[in-house]
């Protein structure tokens, strides 16, 4: 959606700037021990160099590293972290280094600063490769002090607060950023009033049209149902106080964005979400909550499956409260969040909730948010580190990242207790690497609460998963859709691709010592370096893996190593045995792949036993068709290309495929079970069936059998044809 136009400020108006001596007061109100000093240092110094540098909406530039500073002070951090606000863009902006800044206000500022910084000397880059790259800075910077992300945090959402001035594309781009990268990590370490304040601004930017339509309901709401929201709030309070539970109960009304994602998810319309409105009931104390919970539950009926104890499992950004939803009266359904007045801090500030004096020095108290149940803040962000250290670079591990940092979770078990978090929508596979990367690679199946399912299954709260491994790391083409999480997905497209290059590498190799053996001679015997210098390869198994891929072909190679067989090098006329550790390559069944370099073709469906000829077609691989395949006729004037191929012994007495059988039935009842239970008595397995055109007497229908080879599905269809109610069957190209 178009971006909103930018307001005009009146002529000779500007926003005011936080003064040096309110800044220091507003630190000095939490920290008395703050150094005064050293923030009025940093703020003359940030005005001196940012100078006469302006703003989009024309105020000065230095006024944004004041205002972000004010902002931190909202949070009371130490006076690193504030001075740190003020440098933040000096690096980047002005003339300043590095060792200006550690010789100045000392290394722990300076490391700081240049955590934030970005890398702007990337420019000659692509943009969208500049970006990834500072992310990726980014995330490992503040995996290694949180601060860097409580000032990027507050930087950002000064940013937002003034966007309006900023050019619309410039706009979309930064709010979607906003939205898709900066909210979720504020939500990772439990910064609900940024990350919230964050989404909103980004929202109104994105899709104002929405953002006005729901602000306009929810105006319109509250002024219907203001004060029955009222009574409600002094009706749980008044119950709560008569059993001498000490309570203040507060409503609020859910945010135009979280309405816009619910509506989103759910594909429902604005009058049927029953939970626009909550209560937060805020207690003294952990036992008050569960107190307080039961009273409520007595009081009110509760609905099922709506109650959630996050206090005695936290979430991993540390949010602890009981949630539960009730029947109001005339069925209004009310949600009801109970937790203490420093579960509520945590809630809305996060790890900024952990910052107070411990043993006379003012900083951050890692002891007293494990007392409180918390654990250590860094954990989330140490996960998109892991991410982004099994990833191969590129955009690949950004989309993994942005996964990994939505926070909708699900709380699951390892057989031993071990309480794994992972994300709603999380599958056996996310479990698994999530346990260890070793135990993703070696799954082949799951035991979800002692029962054997499907790997598809999603995960929900509670479930005591068992994973099943095989003896060798083996991960099919497919896991990737059966995960969620980034560290899933980026762990399996690192192995898919090792793999890939290993099979491209073996195939091309072999192809290479086939046509060498035409010519009379033998891999084993020959340098190649004369090869790799001629095409500026650099390695023999980079060399294998490009005539693997078809983008160099093997008669090339030869004629480079001996010139005078240039033109003489005919393809082979005996066929190629593809090698016993190959076979497996051929083994097909519902749900697995043939291989990665090795590929059946669609357009003949060939099947252990049929006559079959390799085409090695560029960037795919080889291809295998039956010898009759009409698509053959697309690579007659390329020799280059062909490989003849036959079944290894081992490929035709283990392997299972797919063949698709075309049968016209008569209309008749209990026909189509007595077709199933016929291919069933010979011994093939029903893997589809789709009725493609019925009439009143006759219907076709279309069944993919899992069968040994093409003798096994010739007898399927023998035995069909014996039924008089089958009036013909036929095996389908394709």
Not at 479 to 491: D, E, K, N, P, Q
């Amino acid at each position: 959606m178009p971006a909103t136009a930018a307001p005009e400020r009146p002529q000779g108006e500007r926003m005011r700037v936080l003064r040096q001596f309110e800044l220091v007061e507003m630190v000095k109100a939490y920290d008395p021990s703050a150094d005064e000093a050293l923030i009025n240092k940093a703020y003359v110094y940030a005005m001196k160099m940012h100078g006469s540098q302006l703003r989009a909406s024309g105020d000065p530039y230095f006024a944004h590293p004041i205002q972000v500073a004010g902002i931190l002070t909202d949070y009371r951090l130490d006076t690193a972290t504030i001075v740190t606000a003020l440098l933040h863009d000096v690096v980047e902006d002005t003339s300043a280094t590095r060792d200006d800044i550690a010789s100045l206000f000392g290394e722990e500022v300076a490391g700081l600063v240049e955590g934030v910084t970005k890398l702007s000397r990337l420019e000659l880059q692509a943009e969208h490769t500049r970006q990834a790259e500072n992310l990726r800075k980014f995330i490992l910077a503040i995996s290694r002090d949180v601060r860097v992300l409580l000032v990027k945090l507050a930087d950002r959402l000064h940013n937002m607060r003034t966007l309006q001035y900023v050019k619309p594309e410039k706009r979309e781009r930064i709010s979607r950023e906003t939205l898709e990268v900066y909210a979720p990590l504020g939500r990772s370490i439990g910064i609900h009033s940024i990350a919230l304040e964050l989404e909103e601004l980004a929202f109104e930017h994105l899709n104002p049209i929405a953002h006005n339509a729901i602000k306009r309901r929810l105006d319109a709401l509250k002024q219907e149902q203001g004060s029955a929201l009222e009574d409600v709030a002094q009706e749980v309070q008044d119950v709560l106080a008569d059993k001498g539970v000490d309570a203040e109960v507060i409503g609020r009304q859910k945010t135009p964005y979280s309405i816009w994602r619910k509506l989103q998810r759910k594909s429902v319309g604005f009058s049927t979400l029953s939970d626009i409105y909550a209560f937060r009931v805020l207690v003294e104390s952990e036992d008050d909550c569960y107190r307080a919970l039961g009273v409520i539950h007595r009081a009110w009926r509760m609905v099922p499956d709506r109650f959630k104890d996050f206090i005695s499992t936290p979430k991993s950004n540390n949010y602890r409260s009981l949630h539960t939803t009730l029947i109001g009266k005339g069925g209004v359904r009310i949600e009801i969040q109970i937790r203490t007045r420093e579960m509520d801090r945590i809630a809305e500030d996060g790890v900024a909730a952990h910052w107070r004096y411990k043993n006379k020095s003012y900083g951050f108290d890692r002891e007293a948010m494990e007392r409180s149940g918390g654990r250590d803040p860094l954990d989330n962000l140490r996960r998109l580190v892991q991410v982004i250290e099994t990833g191969e670079g590129g955009d690949d591990w950004v989309e993994h990242a942005k996964l990994e940092m939505f926070l909708d979770q699900v709380f699951v078990f390892t057989p031993k207790g071990q309480l794994i978090t992972l994300p709603r929508g999380a599958m056996p596979l996310d479990f698994a690497y999530a346990v260890h990367t070793e135990v993703g690679e070696t799954a082949v199946g799951v035991k979800i609460n002692g029962e054997l399912k499907p790997m598809r299954t999603q995960l929900i709260n509670g479930d005591v998963v068992e994973i099943i491994r095989g003896t060798k790391p083996e991960v099919p083409v497919d896991w990737r859709s059966l995960t969620v999480t980034g560290r899933a997905r980026s762990s399996i497209r690192r192995t898919i691709r090792s793999s890939e290059r290993d099979e491209f590498q073996k195939l091309g190799k072999t192809t290479l010592e086939q046509t060498l053996s035409r010519a009379g001679k033998k891999l084993a015997d020959l340098a190649l370096k004369p090869v790799l210098e001629t095409l500026s390869i650099e390695t023999e198994e980079a060399l294998f893996e490009a005539i693997g891929r078809g983008q160099v072909q093997a008669t090339r190679v030869v004629e480079i190593l001996f010139p005078a067989l240039k033109g003489q090098v005919k393809p082979a006329h005996d066929r190629r045995r593809i090698e016993e550790s190959e076979a497996s390559l051929y083994v097909r069944g519902s749900g697995l792949t043939p291989g990665i370099s090795i590929h059946f073709g669609h357009c003949c469906s060939p099947l252990p036993g049929d006559r079959i000829v390799g085409i090695l077609e560029p960037e795919k691989g080889l291809t295998v068709h039956t010898i009759d395949c009409g698509r053959l006729v697309e690579f007659s004037d390329d020799d280059s290309l062909w490989q003849d191929l036959q079944w290894t012994p081992r490929a035709e007495m283990n392997a299972t495929a797919a063949s698709r059988l075309k049968a016209t039935i008569r209309n008749a009842p209990g026909v189509l079970g007595q077709v199933a239970t016929q291919i069933g008595e010979a011994g093939g397995n029903i893997l589809n069936l789709v009725m493609t055109h019925r009439q009143q007497d006759f219907f076709d229908v279309e069944i993919d059998v899992e069968v040994r080879d093409a003798r096994h599905a010739t007898t399927l269809m023998a035995a069909l044809r014996a039924n008089a109610f089958v009036d013909s069957v036929e095996r389908v190209r394709g």
